[in-house]
């Protein structure tokens, strides 16, 4: 009898930790479940990238998946480097970077008033359900506590700071459309040639890739690509009469919520516009070094707000950056001026189409910013990585 009630007192409390534990975290467990072979790819890499040592020796070991720029302000510097420099890769939100420029250009030209107020509610329309909607929730509550929101509307320029500074997705598309494709096309080809691809909304991103979704272990075509740029394009058009929220136009089985596999997600991100490496870091350093650029401080102001860390102040006396981090892609554009050397630096770094397990490990610590921002102020570390991936370079 003892026996029998020790069971019955011990199968309750297993089933109520059961629930407490796997029911509360049942999506965390349902994605590990559906994911287990996305987290395992790239594993055999994790333990031997705790350093930036060994993240450079991933570098040299994987050109097709990594580029790096960096660029000098002095033209006399031998401080550069160059990796992959022209394999065209995938923006992910670097593509802010011409949203920022185009906003800022419309600022100085009297087009947009940075105080202009925008209703929240209007963020609504773009945000995508299912994706990343606690990003969205807390981006909204940090205008609040900043006290940037009265009667639910917030200036124009903090919405833009939470495109740059959040990566929010809402904010990146409210922005698109406030300015208008036509000047963002513009504003691009200005700065990167009239042959370079343009940012896209996210928005007509995730939709257009619910009608076209590669096998993630086939090539994208160029069909494909084509294609998918028609059904973004017809998703921005509905979007941009202002009648329509993108949770009414995606297909039926998606409105609750965009809900991919790993492998789906880094598949679908091939379809991104992509930009030639080079040619973004030169226009980062054009922007930090020419005073008479439209726009430049309002840049430069955007993007310097990793200064608020203190921390990173020990080693720069001035540094910005955008950062992207999603399944497989992990992005920077940046500039910085080295407390120690004066020198100062624009650069770039895409690591794309990364094995997912690999990337949640660079994701967890942050490694491909640390890894940016050291290679402009510690000279050892820029001399190691640069003869590292100038030899793999010479033997490939």
């Known amino acids: ?51 930036l040592a060994g993240m450079t020796d991933f570098v040299a070991a994987h050109p097709q998946l990594v580029s790096i720029v960096m660029l000098p302000a002095d033209t006399a510097s031998s401080h550069r480097l160059h990796f992959e420099e022209n394999t065209p890769r995938a923006m992910g939100t670097t593509a802010h970077f011409f949203l920022l420029v185009a906003y800022a250009q419309a600022v100085e030209s009297g087009i947009i008033d940075p105080d202009q107020p925008v209703n929240l509610d209007d963020l609504d329309r773009f945000a995508v359900p299912g994706h990343e909607p606690n990003r969205h929730r807390e981006s909204v509550r940090l205008l609040n506590r900043l006290g940037l929101v009265e009667n639910n509307l917030a200036p124009v320029d903090a919405i833009v700071s939470l495109m740059v500074t959040r990566n929010h997705q809402p904010s990146a598309d409210y922005v698109y459309h406030l300015l208008g494709k036509p000047f963002i096309h ?116 955007h993007m310097r707000w990793p200064m608020e860390n203190t921390d990173i102040l020990r080693d720069f006396s001035d540094v910005g950056a955008i950062y992207d981090s999603r399944i497989a892609l992990s992005n920077g554009i940046s500039f910085g001026t080295s407390a120690y050397t004066g020198e100062t630096f624009a650069s770039v770094t895409f690591f794309d189409q990364l094995p997912i397990g690999f990337w949640m490990h660079m994701s967890s610590n942050l490694i491909n910013q640390d890894f940016q921002l050291r290679l402009k102020f510690d000279p050892a570390m820029f001399e190691k990585t640069s003869k590292t991936l100038l030899t793999s370079t010479e033997m490939n």
């Open 1 to 51: 009898m003892r026996i029998a009630k020790f069971l019955a007192v011990f199968m309750i409390v297993t089933g109520l930790v059961y629930l407490l534990v796997v029911g509360l975290n049942f999506n965390v467990f349902k994605t590990v479940f559906t994911n287990q072979e996305a987290l395992a790819e790239g594993s055999e890499w994790v333990e031997k990238t705790f350093s």
């Open 186 to 301: 513009e504003v691009t080809g200005n700065i990167m040639g009239e042959q370079a691809e343009v940012p896209i909304t996210w928005s007509s991103f995730y939709t257009a890739a619910t009608i076209v979704m590669p096998a993630h272990d086939e090539p994208v075509s160029q069909e494909d690509r084509i294609r998918f740029q028609q059904q973004a394009s017809i998703v921005f058009d509905q979007l941009d009469t202002g009648a329509m929220r993108i949770s009414e136009m995606l297909p039926e089985g998606r409105k609750r919520g965009v809900d991919y596999t790993f492998f789906e997600e880094k598949s679908i991100y091939r379809l991104l516009p992509h930009v030639v490496p080079v040619d973004l870091a030169a226009a980062m350093l054009t922007i930090l070094t020419e005073d008479d650029f439209p726009g430049r401080e309002r840049i430069l102001n």
